[in-house]
């Protein structure tokens, strides 16, 4: 095909990650991948509330965003139907309704920029300690409350830095506030899924607590209106690097729930997802209900799907991001020792040690992030001798490591009696990583199948298209 006509429809699907920005388009006619872009964030930033605080720059997000756009063919970007958005779940930003951004005109096409908006304090976060959340009220809902969690984190600045929450008068996850921005709305709509994601939030009812939360001095006005995942919040006011004015745009999604769309060919599959963090995944029965109080103690989660239905989820604080921790402590040791090597052939040459070193007796739990449901139990490691504390011997572990926290949380039994027959793999931890394959491999009584573009941006690009 020639450039500057198109052959079809397009769906844009744009998922809003902790480290990345991907967009993609989907042709509709044939559901095929026609374009993907990528770009790193790099929005991580320091926060005065603390080392725990985990918080990103919105700003170097959306112009990572605008960067994956632009660079989309345009001639597609034109034929555009509808755009899908999802983004990392549970954490949250805040901005003034109706004055969140800017609309400026660069060359031939509109783009927005955030104007007075707060940084997003993400889903690591772990300012809300156990003492901390313990004092909060108990939540009418089938899960948990976490550090991280939207909710959790107002209450938190309500306590600690109330005149940080006077001037904003709207919230949502990252990925709500770009719908919101799209659509030019004075408020923001917010999915099931991610209303779920911030705690206080009945799935059975589709409502906040609000009474609740009202009685604990809670900011209700900040609550956004929630709606089914999968159905429309807006069109866009203007038109957005050669995207149509008046497109429609879906609510914004989970980006958990969009991966495993992407991925669960049957119905039957389990997702297993290996990025910053770690989730294995599976498709609940449609009569399945979630218990009506959450248990804080359980690994295993129930998060809202589409249609009403449920996904079994265990999801570990501790994925990629552990790998990423190690590496980065042997490039910070290497420097102290007056060496220069850059943390990408570190990473290379790590993975290889472990590829020639076939099996360990060396154990490591890797938790150094805690997990929700066991924020203290932490990383360790035991059975160390001087025969296995070899490069090899030390990614070897940590990889199996990561496998067996998992399989902690949602045991292989379980998978085989809700009758799961094969373990789809996706995530970009996972699919660069033999040795993590392996372990994989090693640890799963099933098929385990890769190969297919698993993500985020695709399973929303899909659920829009599906929708048409």
Not at 6 to 16: E, T, W
Not at 161 to 184: E, K, N, S
Not at 217 to 246: C, M, N, Q
Request: with cysteine; glycine share 8%.
């Amino acid at each position: 095909m020639a450039q500057g006509s198109a052959s079809g429809q397009y769906v844009l699907g744009i998922d809003l990650g902790t480290t990345s920005v991907k967009a993609v388009l989907l042709e509709t006619k044939t559901n095929r991948l026609t374009d993907s872009q990528t770009r790193q964030t790099k929005a991580d930033i320091s926060s005065d509330t603390g080392i725990q605080a985990k918080e990103q720059d919105a700003g170097r997000i959306v112009d990572a965003l605008n960067e994956c756009i632009a660079a989309l063919p345009k001639y597609r970007l034109q034929e555009v139907i509808r755009i899908g958005v999802s983004g990392q779940m549970h954490g949250v930003v805040f901005w003034k309704a109706g004055k969140g951004c800017n609309w400026l005109r660069t060359g031939e096409c509109h783009m927005f920029q955030p104007i007075d908006v707060s940084p997003l304090i993400t889903w690591q976060d772990g300012r809300c300690t156990r003492e901390f959340l313990s004092s909060l009220p108990l939540p009418d809902s089938h899960l948990s409350l976490a550090t991280g969690f939207g909710c959790t984190t107002v209450f938190w600045y309500l306590k600690h830095r109330p005149d940080f929450l006077t001037p904003f008068t709207a919230a949502g996850t990252i990925q709500d506030y770009v719908v919101t921005m799209l659509c030019g709305q004075e408020r923001p709509m917010m999915s099931v899924q991610n209303a779920a994601s911030w705690g206080y939030f009945n799935t059975k009812a589709n409502e906040w607590n609000e009474e609740i939360l009202r009685k604990a001095g809670f900011p209700v006005r900040l609550l956004p209106r929630v709606v089914e995942s999968g159905s429309i919040a807006g069109e866009t006011s203007s038109e957005w690097h050669g995207v149509p004015v008046h497109t429609p745009v879906g609510v914004a999604l989970g980006d958990c729930q969009c991966s495993v769309y992407s991925c669960m060919v049957e119905k039957t599959d389990a997702v297993l997802n290996i990025s910053t963090s770690a989730q294995l995944t599976f498709a609940l029965p449609p009569a399945f209900q979630p218990p009506q109080r959450p248990d804080p103690s359980s690994p295993l989660s129930y998060f809202p799907y589409f249609d009403g239905c449920y996904l079994a989820v265990a999801a570990s604080l501790n994925g990629g991001n552990v790998l990423a921790t190690f590496v980065g402590m042997l490039t910070e040791w290497i420097r102290e020792l007056g060496l220069d090597i850059n943390s990408s052939s570190i990473y290379t040459q790590s993975i290889q040690a472990a590829l020639n070193q076939h099996s360990t007796d060396l154990l490591i739990s890797p938790t150094i992030f805690g997990e929700r449901h066991a924020p203290d139990h932490l990383g360790s490691a035991s059975s160390i001798s001087a025969a296995n504390v070899s490069l090899g011997h030390m990614i070897r572990a940590l990889c199996r490591g990561i496998v067996q926290n998992l399989l902690s949380m949602l045991p292989p039994c379980r998978l085989h009696e809700s009758g799961v027959q094969r373990i789809m793999g996706s995530g970009n931890a996972l699919s660069r990583n033999e040795v993590l394959k392996q372990e994989v491999e090693k640890a799963f009584p099933l098929p385990v199948v890769y190969g297919k573009d698993f993500d985020s941006a695709v399973g929303v690009a899909m659920i829009l298209s599906d929708r048409i």
